[in-house]
């Protein structure tokens, strides 16, 4: 029995410290948006995101006249960061525009204030073959192919390569953030990717942008 012990105590002293720190977290419980505020601008901050937008059959479904995002209640630094999206073509939803236009925001600092387009940096979700494209938001700056971008409102740095698929189908984007490397994958392609990131840690945004988006499956794996 003390062998057995001793093999045991040994393995666990084996295990990986960062092995712990894989194991996935599910920022969307699929029930409601608890761990997640919204904001539009004539009316500020809900406290309750479901004020704004609406869970249904699993999903986070983002639509109405106005512009506006969900905001995570955490900061993360170092993740792996995977969220399903998918246009929302019913026609029940009222769309404010014609061009799909959305996306997914990251490292939205802590102290920011909310406005219509927070510090961060965006994972663009638009039709077009911009989907994939960085948009550097409120100064932010990367290194991309070797070069630094210019700070600015807002800068975008095209993708790679298009890799969006059908409108009618769930698409699967992961970003990488670790220690100001970030890589932005779609659909299982690299479509960018930076280093020398000017921001290192915050929160997750999930934007609305005038046309009807559903995202589901947002988890999140700390590195």
């Known amino acids: 029995m003390k062998q057995i012990f001793s093999f045991a105590l040994l393995m666990l002293l084996l295990v990986p410290k960062n092995a712990i720190a894989q194991k ?29 937008f609406a869970v249904e059959n699993k999903m986070i479904r983002c639509y109405g006249k106005k512009s506006g995002y969900l905001m995570s209640k955490k900061t993360f630094g170092n993740f792996k960061l995977t969220v399903e999206f998918k246009w929302n073509t019913d026609t029940t939803f009222e769309r404010k525009i014609n061009v799909r236009n ?16 927070p510090k961060g940096i965006q994972f663009q979700i638009k039709e077009g073959g911009a ?8 100064n932010v700056t990367l290194t991309i192919k070797g070069t630094q971008t210019q700070p600015g409102k807002s800068v975008v740095a ?20 670790n220690n100001g490397t970030i890589t932005q994958e779609l659909n299982g392609k690299l479509v960018n990717e930076g280093t020398h990131s000017s921001v290192t840690k915050g929160r997750i945004l999930l934007q609305y942008e005038g046309f009807p988006i559903d995202f589901r499956n947002v988890e999140i794996i700390k590195l």
């Open 158 to 177: 095209k993708c790679f390569q298009e890799a969006e698929n059908p409108v009618n189908e769930w698409n699967t984007l992961v970003v990488t953030s």
């Open 131 to 138: 989907t994939g494209d960085f948009v550097l938001l409120q």
């Open 24 to 52: 996935s977290i599910s920022l969307f419980n699929k029930n409601n948006l608890r761990g997640w505020y919204a904001f539009e601008p004539e009316t500020g901050k809900h406290k309750q995101g479901l004020d704004v």
């Open 102 to 117: 959305s996306g997914v925001m990251y490292l939205v600092p802590k102290e920011t204030p909310d406005e219509l387009w």
